[in-house]
């Protein structure tokens, strides 16, 4: 198989497109991202190379050059790495297999502009080529293949490719940028230098340059440009903030600095090195959870790269943080599958999780502004741990805030530990309310009595609040209760009174069992409010009605279940409703006390214009 002309896959094709169409900004992300490949190339044959040292028997000192020509117009970067074959081209280079690709389009052809910076979060790296080339040409030959194996790629990114057959005398991979008419600054040493001190300086393989004489490259005189040191393994108090910075942008393809990081040793029967960072903001793939291959923590073992371990070395509920982990004592010629059912591996994921969680518990004590920061952009990740990791729930729990009937607003967040702190005399429970705003939240009816007595409630209203409760039964000791749910009076005098009242109201609620009849399942007399009329109560197992609502939104079975309605017999409406004499205006009275706490419950009106009638006719008198 000779020459042959190839059309890109539409995906890459679309990509390409908006590429070259819309990276305006910071260009010269390309060069990092070329790099970064050129890295992995070199990782992928280290590793490779332990099963069969044949691989870099003629040449073992890994590396990745750069070059320019001023008269042609060049820039090359070589790799003496893996390579690629034929098919290999094809795959990597011609189609897209990260499904996150998808994610990318919408991103850059969304409103925001998507920074350049952000393509390698996406595994569309290599295309950023073409930001600044208008021809971009592959040499690439498999380490172990023959020389007459080489692979020639070119292509001007305007939706076909080349394939040819050509002889390559070393292994590993050429991409040669033929830039575009007005990206001659990229021709120049000293930028292409800073970039790499840039973007790249801690790159564990040395990059080189040739040196510059006169604008010319010498090719008989090679310098290494960058630290080419394995940050992680240098001592803690030899690195500087600046170096662990440009080290997780590089890492995480991100512009942002990381939040905070914590670097760590641990010698003995086992020992590894951990260097885990937190983002400022969510990578890209955050949100598509666990239905992709988690990247972000890669595992070395004695520095060198083993593969991609993120599930392997992190619970799901931390995948925001990126790192490396490098490991002393594991076998070298790990798979996957020994990796997850190897031991040692789950010391280490346990050590991981609780630097990372000692980490967030230092910022959250030391600097709760960059805290609130990191809770906006992760807490609702974090939540998930609550119900995924039952060995760390005390300390997750510690971690979250929530907007409070003593804060003022959905901002004004309070741990549980304030809540605690602030409890009243005689309070044995932590209290809260779900609903699907902060707004429904704070004006519950099922809090009154609670705000009354001066006893502060949490206000819950993240779609995954639900959810977690459901797995926090308490905390220090404490019994977390939903203000709507279960049994109320709250002391013995609260009984006493309670149940007096029920029973002065026993004729009034049996008239209004009778009126709602199979709408309800029960109506008695609340100790749950002081100013509203009615509300609805929940049995201890019972969902929320405003997540019930939601799910059948979404298509999803709920089985239904009969309300508990609860009233106030102090109030005016329910007086009136006990002295009407007219059995119709009565039902009426009755269907709007259950349609009122149903509304502020969250719940589907099962009949809105039958209420709007009813509405109208008690308004109209
Ligand atoms: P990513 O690096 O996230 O996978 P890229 O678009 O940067 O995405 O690269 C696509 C693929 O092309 C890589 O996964 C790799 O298989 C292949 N590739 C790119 N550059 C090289 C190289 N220098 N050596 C070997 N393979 C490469
Ligand atoms: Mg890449």
């Known amino acids: 198989m000779s020459q042959e002309t190839r059309k890109f896959e539409a995906e890459v094709a679309q990509v390409l497109h908006l590429v070259t169409h819309s990276l305006y900004s910071h260009k010269e992300i390309f060069l990092r991202e070329l790099i970064s490949n050129a890295s992995d190339a070199c990782d992928k044959l280290r590793f490779e190379a332990l099963a069969d040292a044949s691989l870099t028997a003629d040449d073992a000192d890994l590396r990745i050059q750069i070059t320019w020509d001023p008269d042609a117009r060049t820039i090359s970067v070589r790799d003496n790495g893996i390579g690629m074959t034929r098919d290999e081209v094809v795959a990597n280079i011609g189609t897209i297999a990260s499904s996150g690709t998808r994610r990318y389009l919408e991103a850059l052809s969304g409103e925001q502009k998507a920074d350049a910076r952000l393509i390698g979060q996406f595994g569309v790296g290599f295309y950023s080529a073409f930001v600044v080339a208008d021809k971009v040409t592959v040499v690439t030959r498999r380490a172990g293949q023959p020389t007459s194996a080489g692979v020639r790629w070119e292509s001007d990114g305007k939706g076909e490719y080349t394939l040819d057959e050509t002889d390559i005398a070393e292994r590993g991979t050429t991409v040669v940028l033929h830039l575009k008419a007005d990206e001659d600054e990229f021709l120049k040493a000293w930028q292409l230098r800073s970039l790499v001190k840039k973007y790249s300086d801690h790159v564990a393989f040395p990059i080189r340059m040739p040196k510059d004489t006169d604008g010319k490259p010498d090719p008989t005189e090679w310098e290494t440009v960058n630290s080419a040191s394995a940050l992680w393994s240098r001592p803690k108090s030899e690195i500087t903030d600046d170096e662990y910075k440009a080290f997780y942008k590089a890492l995480g393809h991100d512009f942002n600095d990381p939040l905070a990081w914590t ?359």
Not at 295 to 303: E, H, S, V
Not at 587 to 611: M, R, V, W
């Open 263 to 621: 670097h760590n040793r641990v010698e003995g029967s086992q020992s590894f090195t951990t260097l885990l960072f937190v983002p400022e903001q969510p990578p890209f793939d955050l949100m598509m959870g666990g239905r992709e291959e988690r990247k972000g923590l890669k595992l070395y073992i004695k520095r060198v790269f083993i593969m991609d371990a993120a599930e392997e070395l992190l619970p799901n509920y931390l995948r925001f943080v990126r790192g490396v982990v490098d490991a002393d004592d594991l076998p070298l010629n790990v798979s996957r599958e020994i990796l997850q059912q190897n031991r040692q591996l789950e010391k280490i994921k346990a050590a991981c999780t609780k630097r990372v969680l000692d980490l967030l518990e230092k910022i959250s004590r030391d600097e709760p502004e960059k805290f609130a920061g990191f809770l906006s952009a992760f807490g609702n990740t974090l939540k998930e741990g609550i119900v995924e990791d039952a060995s760390n729930r005390e300390r997750i729990a510690k971690l979250l805030r929530f907007a409070s009937t003593k804060g003022e607003g959905a901002a004004k967040t309070v741990s549980f530990d304030d809540y605690i702190g602030r409890m009243v005399v005689g309070q044995d429970a932590i209290w809260f309310v779900t609903a699907d705003s902060y707004a429904a939240a704070a004006g519950s009816p099922q809090l009154e009595a609670l705000k009354a007595k001066g006893i502060e409630v949490l206000l819950m209203f993240d779609r995954v609040d639900e959810w977690m409760l459901g797995y926090l039964n308490e905390y220090d000791g404490k019994r977390l209760r939903n203000v709507a749910k279960g049994e109320f009076p709250l002391d013995e005098a609260d009984k006493a009174k309670q149940e007096a009242a029920s029973k002065d109201a026993e004729p009034l609620i049996e008239r209004a069992k009778g009126l709602l009849g199979d709408r309800v399942g029960d109506v008695r007399v609340s100790a749950r409010l002081t100013d509203s009329p009615s509300c609805l109560a929940l049995s201890d197992y019972e969902m929320a009605p405003h997540l019930a609502r939601l799910l059948r939104e979404a298509g999803q079975d709920v089985p239904d279940s009969k309300p508990v309605l609860e009233v106030n017999p102090e109030h005016a409406l329910v007086k009136r409703l006990a002295n009407e004499t007219d059995d119709a205006k009565a039902s009426d009275l009755a269907n709007l006390l259950l349609e009122q706490a149903e509304i502020t419950a969250g719940a589907q009106l099962a009949d809105p214009a039958a209420f709007v009638q009813r509405m109208n006719r008690v308004l109209l008198g």
